[in-house]
C-alpha cells in the first residue's frame, strides 16, 4: 500500500498501489455503514480522477464484505439530501474517463450492488452474495442498470449471470491486480457516456418513486410502492 489517504475520511480508506486508486469501504460487523459514505465516495472518485498517477480505479471493501447496505435517518431532508449525493454519485461514475472495477470481497447487496452495477467491471469472490432483497428501493440507477445481468435477486456471485467475473478466492486481490492490468486500456468510459441519457431517466423516476413511498410511510400507510420485478434465473 501507498499514499494511504484517510484525512476527512471517516466511511472509507483510499490509497494508490500500482497506479490503481483504491477505494474501501469500511462497514461495521452488520456490513452496513452510513449513508456519509456517499459524499466520500464522491470526494474520492474526484481525486482519483485527477490525479495523473491513477490510470484506473477500484472500489471495494474490508473485512470479507463489500457493502450490505446503508443506515440513514428518516429526516425529510436528510432523505433528500441521501438522493441527491446518490444521483451525484451515479453521475460522477458514468462521468468518468478511468476503467473504474468493483472488487467484491465479500458480501455485496441492496446499495452496495447498486453501486458495483455504475462501475464497469464487477470481479467477485466464489463465496460472496450479491444482488437486492425484493424490497430494496432503487436510488442511484438501479432500475437501469439491474439489467445488465440476468439475474439481480440475492445469490451466491455467478459469472455471467450477476457478476462479470468470479476470481481466485486464494489469492484474491492479486486475481483483480493482474484483470484491471489486463483490460485497464480498454475504452469503458464510452460505452458508459453512451448510456448516459438512459441513467439520467432512470434517476429521474427512482426519485419520483422514492418520494412517493416516503411520504407515503409518513402519512402511516404501510403499502410500499414496488419496484419492478427482476428475472428469476435461467
Known sequence: ?????????????????????????RTDSKGVTSVGVINEL?????????????TS??????????LKGLVWESDKQDFLEVMDSSHMLATILYGIRKPVFSLL????????YELAL?????????????????????????????????YTGTGKSRAGINVDV??????????CKEYINDNQRF???????????????????????????????????EKVISQEERQQPQ
Do not use: H
Open 42 to 54: 464522491i470526494l474520492s472518485l474526484g481525486t482519483a480522477m485527477s490525479d495523473n498517477k491513477i
Open 1 to 25: 500500500m501507498s499514499n494511504l489517504r484517510v484525512k476527512g475520511f471517516d466511511y472509507i480508506s483510499f490509497w494508490e498501489e500500482d497506479n490503481i486508486g483504491i477505494i474501501a469501504i
Open 166 to 175: 468470479v476470481g481466485d478466492d486464494a489469492n484474491f486481490l492479486g486475481y
Open 118 to 150: 455504475l462501475t464497469d467491471r464487477i470481479i467477485a469472490r466464489p463465496s460472496s452474495n450479491v444482488g437486492f432483497s425484493a424490497d430494496y428501493g432503487f436510488m442511484a440507477g438501479g432500475s437501469m442498470t439491474w439489467s445488465r445481468f440476468r
Open 187 to 221: 475504452d469503458f468510459s464510452t460505452i458508459r457516456r453512451a448510456n448516459f441519457g438512459l441513467l439520467q431517466n432512470a434517476i429521474m423516476a427512482e426519485t419520483d418513486t422514492q418520494l412517493r413511498n416516503y411520504y407515503r410511510k409518513q402519512l402511516g400507510k
Open 105 to 112: 470481497n465479500g458480501d455485496c447487496l441492496n446499495f452496495g
Open 57 to 66: 480505479i477500484a472500489i471495494t471493501g474490508i473485512n470479507d464484505v463489500f
